[in-house]
């Protein structure tokens, strides 16, 4: 039985699914391949953060999504401090998202 999955997986799965007696067959991308696909996993991750039917299950789930923003971080030559302190700086000057405010529109004054 042949399963299609066309996407991005961790390092280790190919040798976790030969321990599991079957044969993965994969290839390794280029740097624009492997970028795009790092976007790709990152919106199946948001699904599986939005699916999550527990908060453990929700937990798992931003790891894996935190996984990707070290992996896209370190793709461009940056660390998860380097991204903490552009987080730092951003939420210093526009602040974060705890007030829950929900932007309907702005009205331009004359």
Same mark, same amino acid.
């Given at each position: 039985m042949?399963i299609? /999955?066309d996407? %991005?997986? $961790?390092?280790?799965?190919?040798e &976790? +699914? #030969?321990?599991d007696g079957e &044969?993965? +067959?994969t $290839?390794i991308l280029? =740097?624009?391949? /492997?970028?795009e /696909? !790092?976007l790709?996993? =990152? *919106?199946?991750? %948001?699904e599986?953060? @939005?699916?999550? =039917?527990s908060?453990?299950?929700?937990?798992?789930? !931003?790891?894996?999504?935190l996984? %990707? &923003? +070290?992996?896209m971080a370190n793709? /461009? *030559?940056?660390? !998860?401090?380097d &991204?903490?302190v552009e987080?730092d700086? #951003?939420r210093?000057?526009?602040g974060a998202?705890?007030k @829950?405010? !929900? %932007?309907?529109?702005?009205i #331009?004054? =004359?």
């Open positions: 042949e299609i /999955y996407k %991005l997986v $961790r390092d280790n799965i190919p &976790i +699914i #030969k321990n &044969i993965p +067959i $290839r280029d =740097d624009e391949e /492997y970028f /696909y !790092l790709k996993k =990152d *919106g199946e991750e %948001l599986e953060v @939005r699916n999550a =039917d908060k453990e299950n929700v937990k798992k789930e !931003l790891a894996d999504k996984e %990707l &923003i +070290i992996t793709f /461009y *030559g940056f660390n !998860l401090d &991204i903490i987080a700086k #951003k210093e000057k526009n998202f705890n @829950r405010i !929900l %932007l309907i529109k702005t #331009k004054k =004359d």
